[in-house]
């Protein structure tokens, strides 16, 4: 019998908090966190290189990131680890929020068996409050209240559908003042050398990890205009729908879903999110 050769394996995850990304915390303009590097296998594990995912030629981060590593290869027994450093100094970054990936070269092989690959965590800083880190997803599932409530309102068999009107205005009068505070805060200088892409207001995560599907959404110049543009023309919609005599309900239900729809096609930014929203816009329409 010929013994099994040794071999380390590479495992990274965050020092403090559940698996996943790393959150980089702090006061004010600097933000830090910490990744552990683990060798859960049976040989030694020598880390080369790690390095943030970005280029001059390819901005994926803001400026201002750096890794603390040691700076030379480390060799990691089996069943040991070592801590990775991250800062976010971003005094000098025009971005308010900071997606992206620290890169781990070892000598690991991958899972399917072949060659050593570079492995990758995620890292994830913002800047600001509730408003701006969620506003896209508020100006985006906002009018779905507006469906949950007319749905309430027919269980309940009421009647005043006068009112129906004036909680649909009010709900898209909500938004449209909301897109005109993201408008205003909208930087339209920041561009892809920046870091994120060039874009704004950026959220984040994993939906259906199967599939790589990931609720991600943000905003560039164009989507920033579509954005508001939208919220005006739903405002002004309700009020064009006022002399609807017949089957209110209904209508702005279908109405109020169909702005969800519509909003959540201009901030997607993955595949599966976008057309997961082309088709809720598709029905109500």
């Known amino acids: 019998n010929v013994p099994a050769p040794t071999q ?8 403090d908090g559940p698996a996943g990304a790393v959150e980089l915390r702090g006061d004010g303009d600097a933000f830090k966190g910490a990744f552990r590097t683990e060798n859960p296998g049976t040989g030694p ?50 971005a308010q929020e900071l997606y992206g990936h620290i890169l781990v ?31 896209l997803s508020i100006l985006t599932f906002f009018p779905l209240l507006g469906v949950i409530a007319i749905f309430i309102a027919h269980l309940v068999g009421y009647k005043k559908d006068e009112n129906i009107r004036w909680m649909t205005l ?36 994993v939906w259906i990890r199967s599939l790589h599907a990931e609720y991600f959404i943000g905003v560039d110049g164009i989507s920033i205009t579509m954005v508001l543009l939208t919220t005006l023309i739903f405002f002004v919609g309700v009020i064009a729908s006022w002399s609807i005599g017949k089957q209110l309900k209904g209508y702005f239900a279908m109405y ?9 096609t201009f901030v997607s930014l993955d595949l599966i999110l976008f057309f997961v929203f082309w088709e809720i816009m598709l029905l109500p329409m």
């Open 170 to 205: 009010g709900i898209m009068g909500i938004n449209l003042a909301l897109a005109i505070w993201l408008y205003i805060q909208f930087d339209p200088s920041f561009l892809k050398p920046d870091g994120n892409e060039g874009f704004q207001f950026i959220e984040h995560g």
């Open 45 to 94: 594990l020598t880390v080369s290189r790690v390095v943030a995912r970005t280029a001059p030629h390819d901005p994926r981060l803001p400026v201002g990131v750096s890794v603390n590593w040691g700076g030379q290869p480390v060799t990691i027994a089996p069943g040991e680890s070592h801590d990775v450093e991250v800062t976010w100094n971003a005094e000098n970054s025009r």
């Open 105 to 135: 070269e070892a000598d690991a092989p991958a899972l399917d068996g072949g060659p050593a690959r570079p492995h990758a965590i995620g890292i994830h800083a913002e800047r600001g409050g509730f408003l701006s880190q969620h506003i």
């Open 256 to 264: 109020c879903l169909l702005a969800v729809g519509v909003m959540g």
């Open 8 to 15: 380390g394996e590479i495992r990274l995850r965050p020092v």
